[in-house]
């Protein structure tokens, strides 16, 4: 298991998921500085969000910890940057990886669940009137996620 | 490889564990603003002891924790004026080197340690005045208690 960490970053920082990198701290192999490229089609296209992730001790046995550190408009992402994603959770499994993750997030960027939400305010404007609570998501992107 | 938690993420753990609320409830914290995405600043509130008239006096602080925390201890601040020898009476300040949770700060420790230690300071100063003042009041009726004294020259 010590040795599956460094491999598993190698091939991550050499062969990135498109839009998705991710560079472990020189002091710290387990605390990653990632940016995501918001997915095009969705209100946060042409943003790119930084997020930080963490290893924790029990990884991969336990999903790692992610959270966003530039501000965004979503329903399953509270003021403080943290996601509600169930593979991060619940349906976390060994067999994940921090690309799997990753995708995931940059997935849910394309497909909000206002039906799941952690920021409620933003969830309750996604569910009624989706078409404003998406303006707002833009606006934020090109103010915030530059 | 023993994982060291960075400091965003243990403060995410804090926040979380302080949200639940922590043993009997004689001491809180959270963050200042809901929406500090750095997690910078943070409040807390001990309950000070209780079986008085005066019941359970609430006292608020101010925790600071900076971009090196918890490599680094974090400052600590008296909202409430408080009497006690380790807080600064002109600005409420707790001296580090006065209190041993933070002159022996460690990663391992916590604002809730910071929290519980203060507490059992100030419920400790709190006994020690009033069994001080009790003493002084029984003393003081002591001495002007007038025993009755057979006459002088009398013998056994």
């Known amino acids: 298991m010590q040795t599956a960490l460094p491999k598993e970053t190698e091939r991550l920082v050499a062969d990135p998921a498109p839009g998705i990198s991710a560079l ?11 940016i995501i490229e918001g997915p095009g089609g969705s209100p946060f296209a042409n943003g790119k969000f930084k997020l930080e992730l963490f290893l924790p001790e029990e990884y991969p046995m336990a999903p790692p910890k992610v959270r966003f550190l530039t501000k965004i408009y979503h329903p399953n992402i509270d003021k403080l940057g ?17 690309r799997t ?18 920021a409620t305010d933003v969830a309750k404007h996604y569910k009624e009137d989706e078409k404003d609570a998406q303006r707002v998501s833009q606006e934020w992107t090109q103010k915030y996620a530059v | 490889m023993s994982a060291k938690v960075p400091r965003n993420f243990r403060l995410l753990e804090e926040l979380e ?23 910078s600043n943070w409040n807390g509130t ?22 090196n925390y918890p490599d680094q201890r974090p400052d600590v601040q008296f909202v409430s004026r408080v009497n006690l020898p380790f807080v600064n009476q002109t600005n409420g300040k707790v001296d580090p080197t006065k209190l041993p949770v933070l002159s022996n700060w460690s990663r391992a420790l916590s604002i809730e340690n910071i929290l519980v230690e203060i507490r ?3 419920n400790f ?27 002088e020259g009398s013998v056994f």
Not at chain 2, 55 to 67: A, D, Q, T, V
Request: charged share 25%; aromatic share 10%; with cysteine.
């Open chain 1, 24 to 34: 472990p701290h020189d002091d710290n192999l387990r605390y990653f500085d990632v």
């Open chain 1, 82 to 98: 943290r996601i509600c994603l169930d593979i991060l959770k619940d349906k976390w499994s060994p067999a994940l990886q921090i």
């Open chain 1, 101 to 118: 993750v990753l995708l995931s997030i940059q997935a849910l960027l394309s497909a909000p669940n206002p039906d799941d939400p952690l």
């Open chain 2, 17 to 39: 564990k302080g949200e639940k609320g922590i043993g009997d409830g004689s001491c809180s914290y959270g963050l200042e603003d809901g929406d500090d995405i750095l997690m």
């Open chain 2, 46 to 67: 001990i309950i000070g002891p209780g079986h008085t008239v005066h019941e359970n006096r609430i006292y608020s602080l101010k925790i600071f924790c900076g971009e």
């Open chain 2, 120 to 122: 059992k300071y100030v």
């Open chain 2, 125 to 151: 100063f709190y006994y020690f005045l009033a069994t001080f003042a009790r003493c002084c009041r029984e003393m003081a009726s002591f001495n002007n208690r007038k025993l009755p004294q057979p006459p």
